[in-house]
Nanobody, 122 residues
Framework: VQLVESGGGSVQAGGSLTLSCAGSGVTFWTTCMAWFRQAPGKEREEVARIDRDGTIIYVGDVKGRFTISADDAKNTRDLQMNNLKPEDTAIYYC?????????????????WGQGTQVNVSS
């Protein structure tokens, strides 16, 4: 199984970026998938998740700014990030559970990508 993130970069506050997570060896629609981030000196935190039935949960102040989307044909999960703030600066990771028949029980996340850096300047 391999998860590969792409789309990170540097933007000014108020800008936008779209991260993409491509999966191989795992089919996203059979799993619960999530985006996490880790800022310097801070613990890793969950940003958003999408369950097998398409249920999406956003965590914290990304609500209304970030949008997670699914493309099952391409086996990708994207994170559209708008109105970025300096505090969004972090390494962003995608992660997924093992394939499951359950909906509503999202975890544990056993497969992880290598991360992509997002820098937001003020």
């Amino acid at each position: 199984v391999q998860l590969v993130e792409s789309g990170g970069g540097s933007v000014q506050a108020g800008g936008s970026l779209t991260l993409s997570c491509a999966g191989s060896g795992v089919t996203f629609w059979t799993t619960c998938m999530a985006w996490f981030r880790q800022a310097p000196g801070k613990e890793r935190e969950e940003v958003a998740r999408i369950d097998r039935d398409g249920t999406i949960i956003y965590v914290g102040d990304v609500k209304g700014r970030f949008t997670i989307s699914a493309d099952d044909a391409k086996n990708t999960r994207d994170l559209q990030m708008n109105n970025l703030k300096p505090e969004d600066t972090a390494i962003y990771y995608c992660a997924t559970t093992a394939p499951t028949v359950w909906i509503g029980s999202c975890g544990p996340f056993v497969y992880w990508g290598q991360g992509t850096q997002v820098n937001v300047s003020s």
